[in-house]
């Protein structure tokens, strides 16, 4: 039997915010979502979970169009995190399903009302590297957790669900 496949262990790990963009404020998620319709935030929930579940980070990249300079800018980011903060056997990706579903939890928390009710955004492209910012930011609180002090050592308090 060959032992090779097993030999060694890698973690998958979101690309977060703090990662690629820790020098530039976070975006305000409602404001953001508000711009497309909330038909638009379904497609890109399926989009997500379709496309990009589990896929090497840099493939967020695509999400940009290609004539976007910002496309070759972002690129650079998460580049330069993988050459100085990267940690070994760790493949950062784009997104897990609960990104999707986060996305969702924020759309469907905003009053319809509220949306755009047009079918096309005045500023596309500026749209688009806000939705990468907004990617990233609820991978980093999906991430979050605390471990409470008068637990700290119980075993049991180190498990995240």
Do not use: W
């Amino acid at each position: 039997m060959d032992n090779t496949l097993y030999s060694r262990v890698t973690i998958q790990a979101l690309i977060e915010f703090g990662y690629i963009f820790s020098e530039e404020d976070r975006v305000n998620i409602e404001s953001i979502l508000c711009q497309c319709s909330r038909e638009c935030l379904i497609n890109l929930a399926v989009l997500l979970n379709r496309d990009y579940c589990h896929k090497p980070a840099l493939k967020l990249c695509e999400m940009l169009s290609s004539n976007d300079p910002r496309r070759e800018e972002l690129k650079n980011r998460i580049e330069l995190f993988f050459q100085r903060d990267a940690k070994q056997n760790v493949k950062y990706v784009v997104c897990f399903e609960t990104t999707s579903l986060e996305l969702l939890r924020y759309a469907f928390s905003i009053p319809f009302e509220r949306f755009d009710k047009t079918d096309s955004p005045s500023n596309i492209d500026q749209l688009q590297f806000q939705m990468v910012k907004l990617i990233t930011q609820i991978n980093e609180e999906s991430m979050k957790y605390a471990i409470d002090q008068k637990n700290s050592g119980s075993p049991s308090s180190l498990l995240y669900t």
